[in-house]
């Protein structure tokens, strides 16, 4: 009896790590896990470092960045914007100088041909008064009676012709005419030649590297973290569980904790004290300012650079083979 058959009987089930070792070990069904701690980035880290940001800033999205990091990016993401920009144009300059190149040696050719033409053509002045024109003779000779005579030797000249050696007739083949055709494809001349991708013309804006919107270092809003108290004061901040608390009602923060940013002030507090109490007066408490919807700003709380943990996105899931009933 398998251990499946005993469970059933016993009036048990499955758990959670069996069901998971007996799907891997199948290799069938639909395989979902759930992101550990290790996949998700903490609230107060930054988007690019993926460490505790020393001088914190937003946009106005609610992603967090250290703001060295986001200058070094944008910075880098200017130069190689501008690089490209370089070989477009330069790209650009060559395809006009081939049509350029290409316009000439057309003329060029239409210049010789009409020369070669031009040179061939031999000419002299004609006498009206002993030279007869081309017509004119054609019609004395019509009247003469002469156009029989050269029906019958064109004829005979023909035949004659025919009966040469080296002609095409029934029984031998003449020249081919057909145009002939290389025997190999590996002849240099036919062998294709790899030719260089294009450069596309780039985008000159700068975007943001987790929600792909245009990224402006005069919308950044400075972060101001409040501090939490800790017993032993010299550790590091970094080392801390628990780093930092809301400005306002002093609760603990953490991943598992709601955050917004006042734009005014840039001060933190939790989503609970945001609903509660700031929303009934719209009033930064710590700047007297009249704030408005766009002035509260959610942190966004999503997975390090190899897992996505936004919201519902807490669960990797991969589909597989489907074992089917006979």
């Given at each position: ?77 200017k ?20 049509q ?24 002299k ?45 029934g029984?031998?083949a ?23 991708t ?125 074992m089917?009933?006979?």
């Amino acid at each position: 009896m398998t251990r499946h058959q005993r469970n059933c009987t016993a009036g048990t089930v499955y758990s959670y790590h069996e069901r998971q070792r007996d799907a891997a070990a199948s290799g069938y069904g639909t395989k979902a896990m759930r992101l550990s701690k290790d996949s998700v980035k903490d609230f107060d880290c930054c988007c690019l470092t993926l460490q505790p940001c020393r001088n914190p800033v937003t946009t106005t999205g609610g992603y967090l960045y250290d703001k060295e990091a986001v200058l070094e990016y944008v910075l880098r993401r200017k130069q190689e914007i501008e690089k490209q920009l370089k070989q477009y144009k330069k790209q650009l300059k060559q395809a006009e100088s081939k049509q350029n190149q290409s316009e000439k040696s057309k003329h060029q050719e239409k210049v010789e041909t009409f020369v070669a033409t031009e040179s061939s053509i031999r000419s002299k002045p004609l006498n009206p008064f002993t030279d007869v024109s081309t017509s004119r003779k054609r019609k004395l000779d019509e009247t003469n009676g002469t156009s029989s005579a050269s029906v019958t030797s064109s004829s005979s000249s023909s035949s004659s012709a025919a009966n040469q050696p080296g002609t095409s007739n029934g029984n031998q083949a003449g020249p081919s005419t057909s145009k002939e055709e290389l025997p190999s494809f590996w002849i240099p001349s036919l062998t294709p030649q790899a030719k260089p991708t294009l450069v596309k013309k780039p985008d000159k804006t700068v975007y943001c590297p987790m929600s792909n919107k245009p990224l402006k270092i005069k919308d950044l809003i400075q972060v101001n973290f409040t501090i939490a108290e800790d017993k032993d004061d010299k550790r590091p901040l970094v080392a801390r569980e628990v780093r930092y608390k809301c400005a306002v009602t002093g609760d603990m923060l953490s991943n598992s904790t709601p955050v917004a940013v006042l734009k005014p002030s840039g001060k933190v507090v939790t989503m609970e004290c945001v609903e509660k109490l700031i929303k009934k007066d719209m009033m930064d408490p710590f700047s007297d300012t009249k704030l408005e919807e766009s002035d509260i700003i959610p942190l966004q709380r999503g997975g390090t650079g190899f897992a996505s943990a936004g919201g519902d996105k807490l669960a990797a899931k991969k589909a597989r083979p489907v074992m089917m009933a006979s």
